[in-house]
């Protein structure tokens, strides 16, 4: 507050710094929304592929029917979720700069609690199916084990899913999400 800036030294219209800040961070969550649910799509695609490998009690996994029900409710989310990362990807590809930061900001925010929790309900099952694998940091399922310890960082990295949420809801009373602005 109260700094003084030389004019030489601003970046972009003096007194816009938020607007800008607010801009970038449509961006940085798209990508971390579309990091997350590739992390999602990795552990399902690991998980069948293994469960087509390992055998227990004389069948391969994927002939028992709680994996088969992991499995198809990994790839549910994935995508259903895969198909609302698209529409957005396509409205931040064709609207306008000022259009995207009005109507987009909701939508982008509540996109991001949903690859998350996509991502998080994904390294579960998998860590489930993996079994004692999904636990070591090498072999068959290193890929599960690291995964599962990134799962907060996106969850709480570009804001915290209560914040995302909050957000959504706030724009969606203001009718800038397509919603009734009467709850």
Known sequence: EDVKVPVENLIGKENE????????????RWMLNAQALRFARVLLEDSMAYSFKRETFGQKLIQHPVIRFKLAHMARQVEATQSWLESVTYQ???LPREAQMQVL??????LKVQCTQV????AREAAQIFG????????QGERVERLYRE???YAIGGGSEEVMLDLGIRNAVKGKFGLPNKL
């Open 151 to 153: 799962v907060r960082a």
């Open 105 to 110: 900001a909701a939508p982008i925010a509540l």
């Open 17 to 28: 710094a938020f607007k800008y800040i607010m801009y970038n961070f449509n961006h940085e």
């Open 92 to 94: 931040l590809a064709t």
């Open 119 to 122: 991502f998080e309900f994904c």
């Open 132 to 139: 004692g694998l999904a636990y070591t940091r090498g072999g």
